[in-house]
């Protein structure tokens, strides 16, 4: 272990420890409250994100139904990083948080995506409650800045996965 990553370790053992007081396993982001990671063979539609240096997500609101797995193709169309991040309003505050006081953090998990300016990336999710999930870009600034966006989840059927 080296100085340069204890801060890293710090902002994991935060991050675990909020997950753990809030009743979620550590890493989890909010596990089945906003969703779950999804399975490409059962991707039910693909949704175009841009992202951009005016802080901005493109579209920032957009529908689903509970059950549905959505292929995310998210675009940075700007100079800077960007990222999407799904969770609760309160789940992205705290790792805002985090992201400030460490703007080098590298992290990858299955509810985000960090695109370098110029470049596409991909996630998978699956929506499995009806309610809202909200997106954020948590590189330093890009929240304060409005760089926000919703999912509308809609109540569905009984065939979690499968498109009526």
Not at 86 to 107: A, C, F, I
Not at 124 to 146: E, S
């Amino acid at each position: 272990m080296t100085l340069k990553s204890l801060p890293l370790l710090a902002a994991l053992a935060v991050a675990a420890g909020a997950s753990l007081a809030s009743g979620q396993h550590a890493g989890s982001h909010g596990g089945d409250a906003i969703g779950q990671p999804g399975v490409a063979a059962q991707v039910t539609r693909t949704v175009h994100i841009d992202m951009s240096d005016a802080m901005r997500f493109t579209p920032a609101s957009i529908a689903v139904k509970q059950g549905e797995t959505v292929r995310f193709i998210v675009k940075n169309s700007g100079r800077l990083k960007h990222e999407l991040v799904l969770g609760s309003v309160q789940e992205l505050k705290e790792h805002y948080e985090v992201m400030k006081k460490h703007p080098e953090m590298e992290h990858a998990d299955d509810n985000m995506v960090t695109v370098a300016p110029g470049q596409t990336g991909e996630m998978l999710w699956q929506f499995t409650r009806a309610g809202q999930v909200h997106f954020a870009c948590l590189q330093p600034g890009h929240y304060d800045a409005g760089m926000k966006g919703l999912v509308k989840v809609a109540a569905g059927g009984s065939h979690v996965g499968h498109q009526h």
